[in-house]
């Protein structure tokens, strides 16, 4: 079983700054990328970024400049700082993690339950 464990939502004005971390464990015997989704109400689950095992980063342009993902390889864990966060930022951050959960399984699918990250003006 895989199991991702998202934290560091919440609420904040229109400027500031949160970070995200999600933290992968269970059975993984290799992760391929790790990354962030988000979903805001009525509108459909889009990428915000993602980071390869290799660290190359991939951005949504509505975030570049502003968002900056991270991973710590050894703590199966990715990061997502968020500065001037604007009010289109609101919505329901999910992980995601793409990874062989064992050596002769195919990569797989996983997303965290979701944490909401709120804006306010």
């Known amino acids: 079983q895989v199991q991702l464990v998202e934290s560091g939502g919440g609420l904040v004005q229109a400027g500031g700054s949160l970070r995200l971390s999600c933290a992968a464990s269970?059975?993984?015997?290799?992760?391929?990328?790790m990354g962030w989704y988000r979903q805001a109400p009525g509108k459909q689950r889009e990428l915000v970024a993602d980071?390869?095992?290799?660290?190359?980063?991939n951005y949504a342009d509505s975030v570049k400049g502003r968002f900056t993902i991270s991973r710590d390889n050894a703590k199966n864990t990715v990061y997502l700082q968020m500065n001037s966060l604007k009010l289109e930022d609101a919505a329901v951050y999910y992980c995601?993690?793409?990874?062989?959960?064992?050596?002769?399984?195919?990569?797989?699918?996983?997303w965290g339950l979701g944490t909401q990250v709120t804006v306010s003006s």
């Open positions: 269970g059975s993984l015997f290799s992760i391929n990328a």
């Open positions: 980071i390869t095992s290799g660290g190359s980063t």
């Open positions: 995601h993690l793409r990874a062989q959960p064992g050596a002769y399984r195919p990569l797989s699918d996983y």
